[in-house]
């Protein structure tokens, strides 16, 4: 019999994950898919398995929006019936959301085997709540999936070491995949009305950035010195933040809705730079090489400051300007994230172990 493995996605980035790692992990187990319903909105879910070729749900949990306590109790209660159920051998999450924290506790509980993809990355700011969730997840985790050398490291520093494997980004292993099927659709960038190089991508939707209103305006401010057009498909929480705070909208902004992981790519590519909050789009600010801007007090993902791809400047508008005025990187991207084959070593680990 093979092994069982229930996944538990229901934030945007980890439909994207889940794309690679579900299709590698079912060559060698069979997979259980648990949507939590952290996010609901056709653009926020849906469009991944359309465009991403998801295999479908097995349950949804359908708990979507709510405070942490409230949405991550929700989910535990409903996950723990799915793993009573499914008497799996693996719980796999994903990153840092209150869907991987649900999931890292509801399997810790059972005693049920669990593994992290993206595990040891640290911000060192516990006011985030993302922070806390991965810290969890770690903790308890059998078998740690890291991205990167330096993410081996803050585990290591945590005495944490046994189980942890570094295999890469699943997140680079998607973008390869997947940029080959984004540039045989009709582009975005036609549709938007913006030409390649002649603008610049924006994506916020952190807590901090977002629900503090003068935060908020400032990072309006930011977009306002950003010399060319900028297309900003907003999460909904920004847009809802942006609305009810009445705030303006710079005249240089393109507000959209959120678009789909193909034509995103598309967009990043495109554009002449990337001003981002996002741990996602950062990285595929590297990988694309386009410079990056982000608008944050620190990151995760430092390797992609070291080369100066990325420059990690609050929300100032001078110093925002300033990085938008650097030149390009003369050193090309390091291959510091993996070779693009990350989930089919998750995938063996796991049927090993
Ligand atoms: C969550 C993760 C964050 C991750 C991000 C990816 C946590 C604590 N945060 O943040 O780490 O980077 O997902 O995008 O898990 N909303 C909608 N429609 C949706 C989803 C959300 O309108 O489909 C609105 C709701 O008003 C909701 C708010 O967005 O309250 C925030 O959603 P939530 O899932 O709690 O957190 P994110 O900001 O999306
Ligand atoms: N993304 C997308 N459409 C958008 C914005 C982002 O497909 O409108 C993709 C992006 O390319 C990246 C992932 O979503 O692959 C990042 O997710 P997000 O920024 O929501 O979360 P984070 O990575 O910060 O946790």
């Known amino acids: 019999m093979s092994l069982k493995v229930v996944s538990v996605v229901g934030a945007r980035p980890q439909l994207i ?4 790692v579900s299709e590698a992990i079912r ?3 069979s997979e259980v898919l648990v949507h939590t319903g ?17 295999p479908s749900v097995d349950h949804h949990l359908g708990i979507g929006s709510g405070s942490h306590g409230w949405q991550t109790g929700s989910m535990l209660i409903a996950l723990e019936e799915v793993l009573i159920m499914e008497t799996p051998q693996w719980v796999l999450v994903y990153g840092d959301t209150n869907s991987t924290l649900a999931g890292a506790l509801a399997a810790s509980k059972m005693r049920i085997p669990l593994a992290h993809v993206e595990a040891g990355l640290r911000s060192y700011n516990r006011a985030m709540p993302e922070e806390i969730n991965r810290i969890v997840a770690d903790r308890f985790s059998k078998i740690l999936f890291c991205p990167s050398h330096s993410s081996v490291r803050n585990l290591e520093k945590e005495g944490i070491t046994n189980g942890v494997h570094m295999v890469g980004d699943v997140m680079y292993d998607a973008m390869l995949h997947y940029l080959p ?26 807590a901090k950035n977002t ?49 789909g992981y193909l034509d995103m790519l598309m967009l990043e590519q495109g554009a002449s730079a990337i001003l981002t909050d996002s741990g996602g ?10 410079p990056c801007v982000t608008l944050r007090d620190e990151t995760e ?53």
């Open 281 to 290: 789009v950062q990285k595929e600010a590297f990988w694309l090489q386009v």
């Open 38 to 54: 952290q996010h609901y909105d056709y653009e926020m879910s849906d469009i991944f398995f359309a465009d991403l070729e998801l």
């Open 301 to 353: 993902w430092v390797e992609t400051v070291e080369t100066g791809w990325n420059v990690v400047v609050g929300v100032d508008p001078e110093r925002v300007q300033a990085a938008m005025n650097r030149g390009r990187p003369v050193e090309s991207p390091p291959p510091v994230y993996g070779d693009g084959k990350a989930a089919g070593r998750i995938a063996e680990l796991m049927a090993e172990d």
């Open 211 to 259: 629900d503090d209103p003068e935060r908020l305006a400032a990072i309006m401010a930011c977009l306002a010195v950003v010399e060319t057009t900028v297309v900003f498909p907003a999460h909904p929480r920004t847009r809802e933040a942006l609305r009810t705070n009445q705030l303006a909208i710079p005249e240089n902004v393109r507000l959209l809705e959120p678009v």
């Open 27 to 29: 060559k060698h187990c």
């Open 181 to 206: 099927k984004a540039k045989d659709r009709p582009s975005p960038l036609e549709r938007i009305e913006v030409a390649a190089g002649a603008y610049a991508l924006a994506t916020i939707h952190r």
């Open 17 to 20: 994950k889940a794309a690679v």
